[in-house]
Nanobody, 117 residues
């Protein structure tokens, strides 16, 4: 049973920083792509950043230059370093990982990030 657990959310003032972490466990197979999504109240879920097993990263335009995604393949973890946070970054941030072989995506429950102005 694959489990995905996020941590690191919280309340921060505009201009501040937070680091989100995600760990995937319970799989005998490795994970290919790992990603962070976010969903703000009343808005659709959007992809924030994704990273391949080789370390190739992609970012949505709204956070380019402010957020950095990274991963540790040996530990099955993915992190999101968020700098220069803005009130519009307020959302529930969800981690998603794609298992190799099955190519199934697994999701965490999410962690709340609130940025005050």
């Amino acid at each position: 049973q694959v489990q995905v657990v996020e941590s690191g959310g919280g309340l921060v003032q505009a201009g501040g920083s937070l680091t989100l972490s995600c760990v995937a466990s319970g799989s005998i197979f490795s994970f290919n792509d790992m990603a962070w999504y976010r969903q703000a109240p009343g808005k659709q879920r959007e992809l924030v950043a994704a990273i391949t097993r080789a370390g190739d990263a992609t970012y949505t335009d709204a956070i380019k230059g402010r957020f950095t995604i990274s991963r540790d393949n040996a530990k099955n973890t993915v992190s999101l370093q968020m700098d220069s946070l803005e009130p519009d970054d307020t959302a529930v941030y969800l981690c998603s990982v794609r298992q190799s072989v099955s190519y199934t995506w697994f999701w965490g429950q999410g962690t709340q990030v609130t940025v005050s102005s």
